[in-house]
RNA sequence: GGAGCAGUGGCCGAGCGGCUGAAGGCGACGGUCUUGAAAACCGUUGUACCGAAAGGUACCGGGGGUUCGAAUCCCUCCUGCUCCGCCA
């Protein structure tokens, strides 16, 4: 959420985001709400004022006196009434306008419409070449006996699947390297729950918005989260944090859960795009400052690339476009691995950073020291491994010309020093 | 799931219809004293909104109601604790 002093300062900046990020929200139409709402507010004020006065009187006045209160008073509670009304009205116009204005870009944000016009930063990795004829991973998990996609959409619909065997301890073992790295750079593990009420979704920014994307729970009211960034970020929720305590850090590995409507006939091949994986994520909540933002944004960052290095996948970084930003996101890194398969660079990490969008949702706050003014804290957030997707380039560059596997050296500690995957005989 | 009890400021805790944004204590901050510190004493110490300011308004778990007036009475929801049932 946007403060509205500023959209009133300056609302050709949220205009010019609202075209720049493809949201169309009624920025004027906001400001004329806003105003009406204001001096309805204060006429409302005014009227409690003089109730108040009125009421306090009461004790001291004769029998007449009273009498003649107690008409006044009925006569402003009737104004109240009026104007309660149209505050009754207004009221939820603006919370839901306020709900859609997003936050503006950064200036270094390329402008675009979509991902197909996000900005390379820079490539790592070599991309390696085969001297026989590769398989794609669904094969290769296949021969292996390590992949069972069959009877994962024959028991839970498409978009699912099963890990057996080496595989489910590859997959494993992804997430507790992960885990282990980003754990070991001062980030606070925490095991979290994975059904939100409905303010952790607001509060992070994925409602409204997001509903048709989430599992829903209707008889309890909560939702399967899509991601650890709404447990982690909303962790704090509602408090006012001590500032010595900034920054948050904070990383978890959960489940996540997709619903992915509207993305029918889309990426239907193979582990890529599915109803359920899990994930390592990384949050920071540090203090209100652009330049905390921007550091913290690139230690999240780096610390997903270490991940990958050490994996030694090539990858590339790109500057996520403003069409491709969400609601919330001033600024994103994706991290884009090669799968030959697919034979392009194919998104596995994002780094957000969103100022104090998802704090001043979910009322994050802590006291500046210098002034005791409370302020929102800023958020970020990273993939620091998603996995089975990570699995599609771990297996598909670690093939070997006998349709063995060669397992990454950083994954073998978690696999029982196992070095290859080989074909059962 | 059933029964009972409870939810007040950073924390503890009083208040149980108006003079209470809320006693008292702890903590924190500023000051006096001290070579420095401690102790003692004095003062300050919630959040948000409106206002140039003076000041005003709202908030005692959330929502609603009764009343001229509610932290205080009523309803409801949420959360916690205790007991019972059920399941792990």
Known sequence: MIDIKQIRDNPEQFKDACSAKHFNVDIDGLLAVDAELKTVKQQLQDIST???RLGRSIPKLSPEEKQ?????????????????????QLQPQFDELMQQVPQPADD????????????????????????????DHVQLGLALGIIDIERGVKLAGTRNYFLKGDGALLHWAVLRFAMDLVAGRGYVPLSVP?????EAMRGTGYYPGSEDQTYRMEKDQLNLVGTAEVPLTAYRMGEIVDADELPLKYVALSSCFRREAGAAGKDTYGLYRIHQFDKVEQV????????????????????????MRDLGLPYRVVNVCTGDLGRG????????????SRGKYCETHSASKFYEFQARRMNLRYKEPGTK????????????????????????LYQNADGSLTIPEVLRPYMNGKQKITQPS
């Open 284 to 307: 920071v909540v540090c203090a209100n400052s652009a330049e905390e933002s921007r550091k913290y944004h690139e230690e999240i960052l780096a610390n997903a690339e270490a991940v």
């Open 108 to 135: 270094d944000v390329p402008l675009g419409k979509d991902d197909t016009e996000n900005i390379e930063i820079r490539k790592e990795g070599e991309i390696p070449r085969f001297d026989f004829e590769p398989k």
């Open 68 to 88: 003649s209160a107690l008409s006044q008073l009925s006569e402003l509670k009737q104004r109240e009434a009026e104007y309660n009304e149209q505050l009754g």
């Open 50 to 52: 003089d109730k108040n």
């Open 329 to 340: 996101q001033a600024k994103k890194f994706d991290i884009e691995a090669w799968m030959p």
């Open 194 to 198: 994975l059904l939100m009420k409905d």
């Open 373 to 396: 003014r409370n302020l929102f804290c800023h958020t970020l957030n990273n993939t620091v491994i998603a996995s089975p997707r990570i699995l599609i380039p771990i297996l598909e």
